[in-house]
């Protein structure tokens, strides 16, 4: 998969369980679920899904923990690793 479609499967999945999402400055958009923040970041290799309870530590992009998974994963999978972290 490219970037392009793990954002958008990323982001569905967020959608469909209920969370909301919002612009913080200067971290960008991001997803809030139960209080927790959610960002979807992807780099060359790897597409990182961040997350933090604390509303000032993700307006400064200070997310607290960090998975990064490959690009070479697939819909299942990365629905999987969201409801990791989701649920």
Known sequence: ?????IKAVVENRFRELGAEQLELY????CWTMNGEFFKVSTGTDFWVLEWTDNHSDASNYC?????????DISEQEI????DKLLL
């Open 1 to 5: 998969m490219n970037k392009a479609d």
């Open 79 to 82: 629905i999987w690793q969201v």
């Open 63 to 71: 997310f607290e923990d960090i998975d990064a998974m490959p690009y």
């Open 26 to 29: 200067p971290s960008g958009i």
